[in-house]
T-cell receptor, first 113, second 115 residues
Framework: QKEVEQNSGPLSVPEGAIASLNCTYSDRGSQSFFWYRQYSGKSPELIMS????GDKEDGRFTAQLNKASQYVSLLIRDSQPSDSATYLC?????????????FGTGTLLAVQP | NAGVTQTPKFQVLKTGQSMTLQCAQDMNHNSMYWYRQDPGMGLRLIYYSASEGTTDKGEVPNGYNVSRLNKREFSLRLESAAPSQTSVYFC??????????????FGPGTRLTVL
């Protein structure tokens, strides 16, 4: 079992719809969770981080965390074609004093105009 | 403030050749990381440096060496390149202050092809 799992997609949504991206993780001790966006040929950029159970909103983005179910999601409201990218879920893996992240393979989102 | 920079942007090597990928950050971050990204495999950690003067292996260290030259610079060396090392390489850095939740910032990447 992979430590961080995502559906590779592509997830296709029409413009203006809500895109829902999901991620599960295996290490029950994980405490910090991150969503990165990566455009084709570019480097990952951080969108959201979440550490506590529940929802965290930032503009059109909402991250949701359920530690009991080991599940984290990202909702994108009013999806735009410019949101089309690969979304990477990352989990902070505590190993001594380090801040290593374990990444999922990413979900490709395609927003159709 | 350039953030994280990497050189070169593109490189083609022949099997057995060596090269060093350079990474520098100007954010005064303590920790630095090298990842490789392959289709369907996601980002995998090669080596990291939690602080100046320390380096540790990540998930896929075989065939690579690293040097944390100073707080700003972290280089990745391929001593004898193999086709399996064809990939996109990303350097990242994070502040890693005690008690703070960390964010990693990525460089633009190096696209390496080994023939």
């Amino acid at each position: 079992q992979k430590e961080v799992e995502q559906n590779s997609g592509p997830l296709s949504v029409p413009e203006g719809a809500i895109a829902s991206l999901n991620c599960t993780y295996s290490d029950r001790g994980s405490q910090s969770f991150f969503w990165y966006r990566q455009y084709s040929g570019k480097s990952p950029e951080l969108i959201m981080s979440i550490y506590s159970n529940g929802d965290k909103e930032d503009g059109r983005f909402t991250a949701q965390l359920n530690k009991a179910s080991q599940y984290v999601s990202l909702l994108i409201r009013d999806s735009q074609p410019s949101d089309s990218a690969t979304y990477l879920c990352a989990v902070r893996n505590y190993g001594g004093a380090t801040n290593k992240l374990i990444f999922g393979t990413g979900t490709l989102l395609a927003v159709q105009p | 403030n350039a953030g994280v920079t990497q050189t070169p942007k593109f490189q083609v090597l022949k099997t057995g050749q060596s090269m060093t990928l350079q990474c520098a950050q100007d954010m005064n971050h303590n920790s630095m990381y090298w990842y490789r990204q392959d289709p369907g495999m996601g980002l995998r950690l090669i080596y990291y440096s939690a602080s100046e003067g320390t380096t540790d292996k990540g998930e896929v260290p075989n065939g690579y060496n690293v040097s944390r030259l100073n707080k700003r610079e972290f280089s990745l060396r391929l001593e004898s390149a193999a086709p399996s090392q064809t990939s996109v390489y990303f350097c990242a850095s994070s502040e890693s202050r005690q008690g703070w939740v960390d964010t990693q910032y990525f460089g633009p990447g190096t696209r390496l092809t080994v023939l």
